[in-house]
């Protein structure tokens, strides 16, 4: 058997990972700085686990056509140092196999539908919540895509007069919802917050906006919620009810839970991007 | 060659048609009542004209899963007298031939691609705004589709404090930007609006904060925009700057512009899906 590697590429920390599914698995963290720095650092603990191949779950935006001449880079990202960065090219060059890459959630929603929640699920959203917000659809057994991955993060929902954190929207949800615009609104980190603290219901009236958009223009059966604000249980039942008063009755509600690899969701599907 | 029949339902008015394309076509309007008139009369029609298959493009929600046991049933829509009606078993009872049954979206969106502005389009968004709001789309040659048909009329996006008027949700997208809506906000019905006033600039920030939505979802390369409301051309040059503004350069803007079959894109949808 072959042995796959996998890089979850986010804007906090890359997970790197070696191996052939959930029960076999070794990682490693390394924070998000510079692409020179990370990279580096990732391809030298790959280069000691000699994998065949591997898959990178990228955050973007990502150029993810392989018809393109910019396959395989990071393009419009905010994070300074990583736009227009070769990544797919660079993890190629210095390692010498072949490089599966997407979208970060793209890979997640491949990973939780071969191995976790979203197992035997013919349609299934899944949304990561942290430094960002993004979001990857498997629909009737296929990555949802168009000229381009998702950008779900980026969708405008009603607001109120915050101005939003996105350096590109302002308030669209990544603007309003991400980690670090609860930090920016209420002065602390989310973590830090109380499961109690109002910060949850706006946050779940927000993700709920989200999720009824998501609902409405594709029909999950499923949505998975991951990334770090949702390490904030709480969050769910807020949701749930939430999303249930917005639909009203009118199309079926999508069953709303997290991700069943948890916070290894974004590596393992890496993983299941690198087997194909 | 065989005889193909369609029916656009829509919320005012249905548009019959035999034929084989929109060279070869004959076409009778039926203002929409109730099941028994408005179908009745259809079915009437289509008699005199001995189709070999009926394709039905039909307004919503519709159940067209055809492993489900309410295949063909219009839903849970808001128009009194069609909730729960077997549109698709009737005529098929009626006339005694297959029909083939969908969104009138879905299917408006097949006939685009097939003989509109959508040939040789791989990803292409088509929205409906008059009666209601609906949308349907295709992806890399397939329709989008999950556990049900887009109800894309019924997003959330940013709104001032008009109400809305959408019996299910209110200010929802369909509550704030249709024909009716636009009637109940500014007093008088959309067509008699004149191009320089208030209303238009409104709809084309509601009109493009929805296609930055799908956009950002789904990643079209171009959005049809059709239905009575989008008969005002002054929208079109409006939304596609306020697009521009809302996307801010983040990611590609859709080409975005009028189906090409015109006020035949509904029903000539309808003849695209009887053919297969």
Sequence with gaps: MPAYGAIEAGGTKFICGVGTGPEDLQTIEIPTTTPEETVTAAVAWMRGHAPDVIGIGSFGPADINPESPAWGYITSTPKSGWRNFNFAGAVHQALGVPVRFNSDV???????????AARGVSNCLYLTIGTGIGGGAIL????????????????????????????????????????????ARWGKPAQELPADHPAWALEAQYLAAAIVNFTCTFSPELVLLGGGVMHQSALFPLIRSEVELLLAGYIAIPDIKPPGLGRRAGVLGALALSMG
Excluded: Q, T, Y
């Design 106 to 116: 793209n890979a997640a929603v491949l990973g939780e539908s071969k191995w976790g």
């Design 140 to 183: 009737s057994g296929r990555l949802l895509h168009g000229l381009s991955h998702p950008e779900m993060g980026h969708i405008r929902i009603p607001h109120d007069s915050f101005p939003g954190v996105c350096p590109f929207h302002g308030n669209c949800l990544e603007g309003l919802a991400s980690g670090p615009a609860m930090e």
